[in-house]
Each structure stands twice: as structure tokens, then as C-alpha cells.
């Protein structure tokens, strides 16, 4: 799964989002109250306006539409509701209108009504947290004033606020530490409740202070057509998914089987493991776009094996809890850029625990390799730096501070790589913790080709072992992507046709692809660390030894900060007799979002 489309990046999690960490200036949002005007205008044609947006949802419930009471039953997110209230506004519509929405109603998947309302670009009711209006109430007795009812809930919102910032707070001194340390730590005045959950949060990953936003413009990302097709469209990671899922060898995994598919998006590795003959299908995803996937199942004739839900997988509790240790394969597409940005992983290794079968169950995939290798490229270094030198005849080099402190993420072509490549994490799904993976190793890499290095190339390769282990000998080898689509048994297939049984020996068969320069270019692209200074006067046979450290940002868990330790060392290199040679390495620190 990417951030990033044919146009560029969908969003930009370092862009939105104040770094600032100190909540000590923190307000209320009812001290800048502005008064709010009703969402439907009274009898006289008129449209009041009220001091607060609760007073606003009231004066709503009066004329017959209350507005908490729908979000809640539709179980509506923010965007959602947000697109409903600019809905409302700008096409005047009648509660009785309003209560006519339905959950599967195109305007709640519709963004241009996130654009703002001419008139009601600060409206009140766009700032109402709808899920606190949902908190059950224990003194609303029957004929209690709209008003004492006003009160209440103004009061539930100051606690819940109050405790937030409590939680917070918490959370932040706890960065870092153990499950054990946590709940050995200040959590007395937590319920058991929210001592589970923030326990279970950070044995799944260190957690930073901007992870609710993260979360929200990761998921946010996710919801538009166009990231959907350009991850559908790289032929490489669906037909792969595609072939593991339907080849006949591999129907003794599937056919007749629980399948679970975490970050479903559209629903395509859903609909490929229906097609497969699966006898259940979970699909799981947290953004917007599973309203698309129901829709996509439905219409396919699925809707008897794949259910879908919405929500973060670590949510899920009683509603999944039939399947615990059930599920006999778990696929899922979780891989960003540099393979670990975005941060999926722990989730999906979650769901391996929770779900998957311990003795039986397979990933899809269940192994990754993370290379490193040095590269040349002037027309990269043109295309990126030198390109401000001269900007229709003005210097713009400032435009450059700062560019090399990040990863690039593009294609090279193979013959920019100029030495061999080394295995810097072999990452074995069924068998790692559950937490973002930080891999840290030493490399040593020997130069192809006179000239300079400008930077280290990285990319990452996928295996589908058929198997529930990762064979001990599995090689790291991984031929170059050759698949199409009649290659694909069942391709050719419409709706909910499915597969035939297929000879089952119980081999199976062992699907791979890779990201590198070397193969059929994918969506991930590659991921290019660009030295500051470059290698130069390189020769043939010289080698470049080092070290490399990949960290999770401690701002923001979904990003990752990168060390690269390295020095050149030439191949003519000779060591006076009894004499040890100091090598002192250059290091650099990328960071990757």
C-alpha cells in the first residue's frame, strides 16, 4: 500500500500537521464559540442562529430531525459527517429529506461536498464531535428541558476532553517502554478498559504524539479512486496476489477455506479469494473505501462469502471473535514505501496472533528482503539539484536546503547501479514480533564500475511461500517478473464464477516479485538515499563498508528515519606490516515519508 499516486503524493503526513507537542495553550473550543445557524430554517422562513452548535442540534431535533441520533445510526465518520452537513446546507434540504439518507447514499461518498459551504465556511456543527453525542447519559429522564439535556452534554464534553488530555499525556511519557512497563507504570487512574488498549498499542509499536492525526490522514489517503487504480494497475503486485490466490496447486489453501484480507481496500484479493473457491471471506479496512468494496462485492455476487468490515484491526474485539485461531490464510498488501513506511506491518502481525491458524495458517506474503546497493546517476542529481541552479536564468538554489535530509522515491534504471547489492533485513512474517520492524546491520558492497557514487539504491522483494513456515533453505534469489494475465488461471472468469478444483498435491506453488531496478517496475519505485557529498574517484573491485539503521519516527510511527553509515575503502588499499589502519565512516540520516 502507497501514499502516492501517478500525479504524486495523496498526502503528506509531515505537511498538515503541527509539530508543536506542548498542549499547554490548549482551549476549549467553546471559549471561541461563534454562533451557528440552524440547519433548517422555522416556520417563518427564517434562520436562527444559536450561541452553540449543540443549541443548533437541538433546535434540528425540534424540527424533526435529530441529527446526533442519524450520524450514530449510520455509523457515519468524520469526512462523512462533514459531507452530510455541507449537503444539508447547500441544497436546503427538509428534515424530512435528511432522515430519507440512507448509509449506502452516494452523497457521503461524494468529496467535492467537502468543499465549504459559501457562508458557512466556520459552521459551528462542523466542529461537533458526534461520538461524544453518542455517550450514553445517566439523567435524561423523561420531559428534562432541552436545555438541562444542552447542559449535560456540555458537561460529558468537558470531562471527555479533560480526560483525553490525561490520556495523552500519559501516552507521551510512555513512549517507548514495554506492555509490562506501561501497566506497572501510573495507569491506576485508568479504567481496565483503557489500560488494555493503551497496552496493546504499544506492544504493537512505539507510538508518537501525532499518531491520531497520522492515523486519519493515512486512512483519509486511501479513500480516493485514483490511489486504488494505480495500485490495482501494477501488473507485478496483483497478478502476483492474483496467482498465489488462484493457481491450482495452491487450492488446497484456499478452496473451501477462511481466508482474512487486512486493508481490503477495493475488495480485489477479496474477490480473488471468492473466485478461489474460499468458504469465508474477512475483509477488514479503516478507510472510507470499504463502502466501495461492499458495493464491489455485492454486485459481484459475493455477498454470501465476503463480509466486510470497517474499523482498525486493533479494534476489533467481540465481532471477529468467532474466528480467533480460525482463519486459514491471511493475505494482505501491506507494504509501503521502503517496504515499512506506513507502519501496517504490526497490524497485520496482530492478525496473524489473534486469527490465523497457529499451526496451519498461511501469510500472503510471509517473507521480505530489504537490499541495499551504491549507484550513479548525474541525470537524477540534475533532475534534482541542479535543476535550481537555473530557473529560466534566476539561482533558486534555496529551493535545495533541506532536500537531501529526506529519501527520494523513484526509478533508476539498472545500469545506475554500480556495485552488487546486500541482503540488509531477511524479514520472516510467521515468525517476527509483533512490532514495526527495525532492522540495523552492517554491509559491505564492491564497485562495478569506475567513476563516483551519489547515493545507495534500496528496494525490497515479496515471496508467497505455500506453506505456513518459510522454508529454513529458502534462497533469497528472486527471478526477474515475468508473469500476464493469461498466464493467471481464472482471470478470464466473470463475477462470481469460480475456479476449478485443481490437482491437489499439496506442493503448491511459490510466487515472487521484486521492487529493483531489474525487474518490472512497480508503484513502490525504489527508494534512493542521495549523499550530500558524493563518493568520488571510485574504482572497479573498491569497496564500500558500512552500516545501516532503520528507526520508526518518534513523531510520527508511520515514518521512518534512516542512519547510513559508510566509508570507501579502494581496492589498492595496503597496510603497513603490524600496523592497524584507522577507518573513520561518514554517516548521514534520511528520513522516509
Known sequence: MVHKDPEGYISDSSSSIDDDNDYGDWRSDDDNAATTLALFADSSTSRPSFASPLEALAHAKSQGCDLAALVARLELDTLQV?????????NNLTPEQVNAITRDSGVLLDDAELKPVPGFEDDGLLQVDFDLLALPTSSDAAGSSEKSRIAELESQLATARAAFEELRTLHATTLGLTPSDLTDSSTSQLTAHQRSSLATSAAR??????????????????????????????????????????HPSNSHLIRGKVVMDVGCGTGILSLFAARAGAKQVIAIDASAIVERARENVEANGFGHVVKVHRGKLEDFTSELEAWEGKVDVLVSEWMGYFLLYENMLPSVLLARDRYLNPETGVLAPNRMTMHLAAFSSSKLINDKLRFWDDVHGFNMTSMTTGLLDEAFVDVLDKDDVVSDSYVFADLDLPRLPVKQPEPESSFELTISADGSVHGFISWFDTFFFPSARVPTDASTECPKFSLEDKDVVGLDLKKNATTATGDDE?????????????????????????????ITGV???????????VLQDQKHSRQLEVELHYLHVPASTERPEGKKKVETQLVQVFMVR
Open 506 to 534: 499439496g506442493k503448491g506453488e511459490l510466487v515472487s516479485f521484486s521492487t529493483s531496478p531489474y525487474s518490472k517496475e512497480t508503484h513502490w519505485q525504489q527508494t534512493l538515499f542521495v549523499l550530500k557529498e558524493p
Open 539 to 549: 574504482q572497479k573491485g573498491d569497496k564500500i563498508k558500512g552500516r545501516i539503521v
Open 82 to 90: 462533514i459531507r452530510l452537513i455541507n449537503h444539508i446546507r447547500r
Open 205 to 246: 509499536t512505539k507510538r508518537g504524539a501525532n499518531d491520531a492525526e497520522d492515523d486519519i490522514l493515512y486512512f483519509d489517503s486511501y479513500s480516493t479512486n485514483g490511489i486504488h487504480q494505480t495500485m490495482i494497475t501494477d501488473s507485478a503486485r496483483t497478478l502476483s496476489y492474483a496467482q498465489f490466490l488462484l
